[in-house]
């Protein structure tokens, strides 16, 4: 017997002498369609599979468990690294969470800025969710499109923030900065620009055979299997649930804003691409109507909570008792009431909660992060077998899964 | 003096706190007050016994005793309209009360209203599954035995989720140290080259912030670069600083701000 662990070669794909015709394939970690750090076993009859073993773990940082031992403020770049294709949402999911549990009120232009922040990262991971699918089906001209356009959006946010990835760009009470001169014209061009963007990656896939075949009546999705894994998102509403976060229960300003919540019944890969390039359409309508609501906003950006929030950088210069206040909230971290609250908000991957269990500590005594795309990932068990090989890849794809956010 | 630290919980806490300090509280509020909740804990307590039940920041909690669990989620889902199981998981209180709580997390997309189910048990004793249930608790059942060691019946596939199979000790139980304990020290080690090695590798470095400043094979200060693997313990030669593009080098050259080009178009 080999034993696995030891730097020698160990044939674990190969299992011989085998009376039927089963053959155990490992597809990933390290396989570049895996999207991450994916481990799936394949039990194969000829190319069909009979059942799927995804292992995770292999990302795995114990987020929850760094995140009892830091103060609030302090977790915050650290929820970047969970969805880091769109990292503001982590944030503000975070921020969220907190303040709800304290009880803040955001001034609205934070709330606004917050907006454009979401809806941005919404457009920009799904257009890096487009052009990876399209990359792992073979569609390369997708992927330099869609990547050009999400370098456009990356650069916006590096204006805002200085960051192009983990952004940290919320903050607990509000958003740390204003606006940066021509964000909204450079915003309000680009999104000018965008129906012309989808209309061409649509022209390239919405009828093309290869693409046709790859998607259409593959990966399907039932409702009750759906919600049964805890499917949220783009993942349920491709089968046929009508659930959107932003729309039951809402949160900032999406109550405010029109937009529709496009839904489909396939339960299909197609029908999760056409719901992508559909929520792109809504989101750049969300993102007109928060431009406009700029520029009636006061040019308060953070929460007035001296118990928990720090004062403007202005007081703190000038006014002796809130640089004291200041000192003691970097140093100890704030103390929120105790009590346990669970928040949850529409990703772009799909329902995003942070479960909190604080006991009036600096520390949060228990804190549970709520990724969808874990349970994304485990119904791929129940998804795969029955499927080809080939479907593995744009399965994986369309569910959209991120390995940061999947191991935390 | 030494400062004391309990082995039962080995979180960080907070250096100071103010001897008067009293936390404040979120608030909770009675069930009554949301016709919908009202109902629901309605249609529970005529089925089980439920211990406490409350509104806080909008959700109901029902604490209820664990043996009930499978029952009451199986009453959530198929009466009640609670058709998602959103999130499982466990807090742990062992250094307090030496019990696990555990919370059942659900969602009803009809009402629109999240609840939350709370049961506790104590460290020796195993919960139902809800697998059959809610596929999602699957993963939320192996990812919680996985980190707190609270063992599941039923279960379809009890293995760790995000350890390796083979790790010993639970990471999210308060007694269990943020860098890891010993057996996580040597893991790799053990398994990669094998125990004979420990004495040669040495334990693994679990600090990530470590700087070892006498170690010039894995660390290189800027503006103080000595020849690799230099022995400096007894002070350092004092290496003038060389910037390569004064010597020339192909395609490099120094910043000119005369000669540079900002680019203000982003159409570019």
Known sequence: ?408 | MRSYTPKDDVQKKPYYTDRYWVAPQVAKTDVSEDAVFASDLEAIKSKFEVLDAYIQVGQMVVVINAHDNYGVIELLKNELEYNQLSELSAIDWLSSEGKFEIFYQMLSMSKRKRIRVKCKISEKESIQSVEKLFRSADWSEREMYDMFGVVINNHPYMKRILMPDDWEGFPLRKSYPLQGDEFAQWYEVDRIFGKEARDIIGPENRDSARVDRYDTERFARLGHEVPRGADISQGEPDTPLVYQESEGVFMIQKFDAEKSVVISDRDR
């Open chain 1, 1 to 408: 017997m080999q034993q696995a662990n030891r730097l020698r070669p160990f044939f674990e794909n190969i299992t011989f002498d085998r009376d039927d015709n089963e053959l155990i394939l490992n597809f990933g970690p390290q396989h570049p369609s895996a999207h991450g750090q994916l481990r799936l076993m394949l039990h194969l009859q000829q190319e069909q599979i009979t059942k799927a073993h995804p292992d995770i773990g292999y990302l795995h940082r114990g987020m929850e468990k760094m995140a009892e031992n830091m103060i609030y403020n302090e977790f915050m770049p650290t929820t970047d690294r969970m969805d880091y294709i769109a990292s503001s949402s982590n944030n503000y999911g975070f921020a969220l969470a907190v303040e709800k549990l304290i009880g803040l009120e955001v001034p609205r232009r934070a709330k606004v800025i917050r907006m454009m922040l979401l809806e941005t990262n919404r457009l920009m991971s799904h257009l890096f969710w487009l052009a990876t699918t399209a990359l792992d089906i073979g569609a390369m001209t997708v992927f330099l499109f869609a990547f050009r356009e999400r370098e456009y959006l990356m650069d916006l946010i590096e204006d805002y923030c200085g960051a192009r990835l983990t952004h940290a760009a919320v903050r607990i009470g509000g958003v740390p900065l204003d606006l940066p001169d021509n964000f909204i014209a450079d915003l309000r061009k680009f999104l000018d620009k965008l129906p012309e963007n989808i209309k061409d990656y649509e022209d390239l896939l919405d009828s093309n055979r290869i693409w046709k075949m790859r998607m259409e009546n593959v990966g399907v999705i039932s409702k009750e299997m759906a919600l049964s894994w805890g499917c949220s998102g783009v993942m349920l509403r491709a089968s046929g649930v009508e659930w959107d976060i932003r729309k039951e229960e809402p949160y900032e300003l999406y109550d405010e804003v029109e937009f529709s919540v496009p839904v489909s019944d396939k339960g299909d890969n197609y029908a999760r691409y056409k719901l992508y390039m559909a929520e792109m359409r809504e989101s750049a309508k969300i993102l007109y109507q928060v431009l406009d609501m700029y520029a009636d906003t006061t040019p308060e950006l953070m929460a007035h909570a001296p118990q928990y929030i720090s004062a403007p950088k202005i007081d703190i210069m000038t006014q002796n008792y809130s640089l004291m206040q200041h000192f003691v909230l970097v140093t100890q971290g704030m103390r929120p009431p105790v009590g346990e609250v669970y928040v949850a908000t529409e990703s772009p991957k799909g329902e995003l909660g942070y479960y909190i269990n604080s006991q009036g500590g600096a520390y949060p005594y228990r804190l549970k992060l709520r990724a969808p795309s874990f349970w994304h990932t485990g119904i791929l068990t129940d998804l795969l077998p029955g499927h080809y090989i080939p479907d593995v890849v744009s399965i994986i794809g369309t569910t959209n899964i991120v390995f940061g956010e999947v191991d935390r």
